[in-house]
Each structure stands twice: as structure tokens, then as C-alpha cells.
């Protein structure tokens, strides 16, 4: 029997809610917690924390709708909002409702721990989440703002530790510096890109990267340094193949393109850095995520 085709309102939220995206949220809090030396026999925390990033996640992506609506009305109009297929009044109903989850599960992840970390960068998360849709993303600082949104969120996942090593920080501003590459390289991702903007996004995007890469100089691993090298300049190699196109030939599409590979590539990332601190099995785990993310993209565009 062939698949059942999904409704075109469930459709629609799921094209507003860009559900495929929500996964790179929880594999940056899984390699949060394991940077800081969480135990798996904590794993029920764990997953209030996942919970918790993918609400935070998604109320900014119904916020960043909401806000740009009219916006969206002349340069996407097919999207959700503007095309009237989810009201605003709706929108933003889900978009608070989001919010409090997000900042709920973090809170309920403390208690369980007897710890305010949770909370308190859960709160610091949602509030910059906001911030940002709310017009910081027009201003100079939207992408610094977008890249401390990530970093927050690999810290959200180390929360339930009581000590945050170096490692953990190298890799939550190294995630961060990729983010502010990727939201610039993306500013202009409806309509022809200025290749400055691009090549200046590219080159941060390629900094955060060789940040996380010195993973090694802060703490011992599970692979030899040599695997290490050749796993990073792989993941290089692929965010270099990746931009250039689009720098090149800075048309709408092709910078699209560039920005779903980009952002597909935090799973890969995340489950790199699992690799090198847990095992194979765990970075498994985790790159198992891109399966539903590929699956959910199906029916909702990535950008």
C-alpha cells in the first residue's frame, strides 16, 4: 500500500516549524553533556535537556516567521504565514507555547538535579532566541547574536554537570563561530548574495570549525591524532566545496543550497566530537539523527 500523503495543514506547520533543522539542536546538546563529563545512567536528564533545546529550537523558528511576515509577503509569499495557510494569531500562539516547554523541561532538569545551570541558560537561551527574531537579526550583531544562541545550546546540554572544562568551552565557542559564519554567509539567502558577505561567511564558518578541531590539545580522546586530522580536514574539504559554488555564482539557489549543507553538517560535527570523547557507538547515535532530518525535509524546506 502506498505511503499515506500528510494533510496540507499538517504540511503547513510542518514547513513553518522547518522540522528537519530541530535535530542539529539535540546533537549539540548530546555532545554538550558529554564534553562535561556526563554519565549515560543520567540519560533521563539528558532528554529533558534534548526536549527542552528542540522547543527553545522551534519557538524561534514560528518567532522568526511571525516577525518577518510582511517581509516574507514580497520575498516568500508561499510561505506559511503570508500565504495565510497559519494565521499569525495561530503562529504566535504555538511560538509562546514552545517557549514555556522549552523553559519548562529546562527548569523540571534542574529540580530533578537540584541545580539552577539548567534553568538559568535554558532562560538566557529563550531569551536570546527572542531577542534575536525580534530585530537584533537586522542589526550588525544578528549573527554573534545567532552564534551565542548556539553556544548556549551546547552549554544547556553541560548544564547538569557541576564543572565545565575547557574542552566544553572550545567547543561551544567553536560551534558559536560556525553559526555566525553560516547566518552571515545565509543574510541574504532570498535574493542575490554580495560576495563579500559570502567569503567573510565562509572563512568564520572554517575558524569555528578549526576551533572545535583542537579538541585534542584540551583533552584525551579515543582516536589516534592522525584519524582526528583527516576526520577535519574532510569535514574542511566539505564546507570549502560547499560555499564556493555559491561565492562563485551568488544566485538565491545556490546559496540555499550551500546553507542546508552547512546546517546538515552540525550533526556530523556533533557526532565527531561523540566520537572522539565516548566511542563509535555513541557518534552512531547521533549521526543516525540525519535520517529523520533528510525524512522531514522532505515536506519542509531546510532555509
Request: hydrophobic share 55%; net charge positive; aromatic share 10%.
Amino acid at each position: 500500500m502506498p505511503m499515506p500523503q500528510p494533510t496540507n495543514h499538517f504540511v503547513a506547520w510542518w514547513q513553518l516549524l522547518r522540522a528537519g533543522n530541530v535535530f542539529t539542536a539535540a546533537s549539540n546538546v548530546v555532545a554538550g553533556y558529554l564534553l562535561a563529563g556526563g554519565p549515560w545512567c543520567e540519560w533521563r536528564w539528558l532528554a529533558l535537556l534534548v526536549v527542552s533545546s528542540m522547543l527553545l529550537y522551534e519557538a524561534g523558528m514560528v518567532l522568526n516567521d511571525w516577525f518577518d511576515v510582511e517581509q516574507d509577503r514580497h520575498e516568500r509569499p508561499e510561505r506559511p504565514i503570508p500565504s495565510g495557510r497559519i494565521t499569525s494569531r495561530a503562529a504566535l500562539r504555538a511560538a509562546l507555547f514552545l517557549l514555556s516547554g522549552g523553559i519548562f523541561f529546562a527548569c523540571l532538569a534542574g529540580w530533578f538535579v537540584e541545580s539552577i545551570k539548567p534553568a538559568g541558560v535554558g532562560l538566557l537561551l529563550a531569551l536570546s532566541v527572542v531577542g534575536y527574531d525580534a530585530g537584533l537579526k537586522r542589526l550588525w550583531c544578528g549573527p554573534l547574536v545567532m552564534g551565542c544562541c548556539r553556544t548556549l545550546n551546547v552549554l544547556l546540554g553541560a548544564s547538569l554537570a557541576l564543572q565545565w572544562p575547557v574542552s566544553l568551552w572550545l567547543v561551544a565557542s567553536g560551534l558559536g563561530l560556525y553559526t555566525v559564519g553560516l547566518t552571515l554567509f545565509a543574510r541574504s539567502e532570498a535574493q542575490t548574495s554580495q560576495r563579500r558577505h559570502l567569503l567573510a561567511g565562509c572563512v568564520i564558518t572554517l575558524t569555528g570549525l578549526g576551533l572545535v578541531a583542537l579538541l585534542p590539545a584540551t583533552r584525551g580522546t579515543h582516536l589516534p591524532l592522525s584519524l582526528w586530522a583527516l576526520l577535519w580536514a574532510g569535514l574542511i574539504a566539505w564546507v570549502t566545496s560547499s560555499c564556493w559554488p555559491a561565492i562563485s555564482e551568488p544566485s538565491a539557489q545556490k546559496v540555499q543550497t550551500a546553507v542546508v549543507r552547512l546546517i546538515r553538517l552540525f550533526v556530523v560535527i556533533d557526532a565527531a566530537i561523540c566520537l572522539a570523547i565516548s566511542g563509535p557507538v555513541t557518534a552512531l547515535w547521533v549521526l543516525s539523527l540525519l535520517v529523520p532530518m533528510r525524512l522531514a525535509s522532505r515536506w519542509a524546506p531546510m532555509t
